[in-house]
């Protein structure tokens, strides 16, 4: 039989944790990415590889980008303030095209590999209100991914699957505790300090923080 392999986008976070893990549980062999694109912190890439070493994945890579050469956003320029309070509208902490950049990378290693498979954490329930992360936009990049690729005009078509995007937090981390998450291991804060502790005020932060809350576990997150 041919392994089932996949390609997952691995921000470090909790989210994407869950997809690792429930991808895993799927029976694909994961293949794990991550993107070093010039964030406000390494902490994250940091937590993605002790997330990658805990749910045992086969291949975990580290794609070096300068995302923050553009600038736009709070999490690539570090001269516009991550907000602390909720706003309204599309926060500064979007970062332009960064999920359409991201899932196009790891189309290109997916075919590589021949994995006709790339999981992607992104969520429409509990989320900032980015562009990027609904439903219109995956169905929309799938339909790309098989217009644009040998593979995908040769009849072996790519999904993007998009497990947690109808869950709300609380959803998401009792999937991730089912299959075995540390999340201890995980950072979702926007503005994390070296050692990966969080601020506890960022939007990130507050639907992490109330997602722990409503499924009744303790939330293992450090702050600073």
């Given at each position: 039989?041919?392994?089932?392999?996949?390609?997952?986008?691995?921000?470090g976070?909790?989210?994407?944790?869950?997809?690792?893990?429930?991808?895993?549980?799927?029976?694909?062999?994961?293949?794990?990415?991550?993107?070093?694109?010039?964030?406000?912190?390494?902490?994250?890439?940091?937590?993605?590889?002790?997330?990658?070493q805990?749910?045992?994945?086969?291949?975990?890579?580290?794609?070096?980008?300068?995302?923050?050469g553009?600038?736009?956003?709070?999490l690539?320029?570090?001269?516009?303030?991550?907000?602390?309070?909720?706003?309204?509208?599309?926060?500064?902490?979007?970062?332009?095209?960064?999920?359409?950049?991201?899932?196009?990378?790891?189309?290109?290693?997916?075919?590589?590999?021949g994995?006709?498979?790339?999981?992607?954490?992104?969520?429409?329930?509990?989320?900032?209100?980015?562009?990027?992360?609904?439903?219109?936009f995956?169905?929309?990049?799938?339909?790309?991914?098989?217009?644009?690729?040998?593979?995908?005009?040769?009849?072996?078509?790519?999904?993007?699957q998009?497990?947690?995007?109808?869950?709300?937090?609380?959803?998401?981390?009792?999937?991730?505790?089912?299959?075995?998450?540390?999340?201890?291991?995980?950072?979702?804060?926007?503005?994390?300090?070296?050692?990966?502790?969080?601020?506890?005020k960022?939007?990130?932060?507050?639907?992490?923080?109330?997602?722990?809350?409503?499924?009744?576990?303790?939330?293992?997150?450090?702050?600073?």
């Open positions: 039989m041919t392994e089932k392999k996949a390609v997952i986008l691995l921000s976070g909790l989210d994407s944790a869950t997809v690792v893990a429930m991808a895993k549980a799927d029976g694909y062999a994961c293949y794990t990415m991550s993107f070093d694109y010039g964030q406000r912190h390494r902490s994250e890439l940091q937590a993605a590889e002790r997330v990658a805990q749910l045992g994945v086969v291949e975990h890579k580290v794609i070096g980008l300068n995302l923050n553009m600038g736009g956003s709070a690539t320029d570090s001269s516009i303030a991550v907000p602390e309070t909720p706003g309204e509208g599309i926060p500064v902490t979007y970062v332009p095209a960064r999920n359409t950049v991201f899932l196009s990378l790891a189309l290109g290693w997916a075919e590589v590999l994995a006709r498979d790339i999981f992607i954490g992104v969520n429409a329930v509990d989320y900032s209100g980015y562009p990027d992360c609904r439903p219109e995956v169905e929309a990049f799938e339909r790309m991914a098989n217009l644009a690729t040998k593979a995908g005009v040769e009849g072996q078509g790519f999904r993007i998009a497990p947690l995007q109808f869950l709300s937090k609380a959803q998401i981390v009792e999937a991730g505790m089912a299959h075995g998450v540390d999340y201890g291991l995980t950072v979702s804060c926007y503005q994390a300090d070296e050692d990966g502790r969080a601020c506890g960022c939007d990130s932060c507050r639907l992490r923080a109330a997602g722990f809350a409503e499924a009744g576990v303790k939330d293992p997150t450090r702050y600073f």
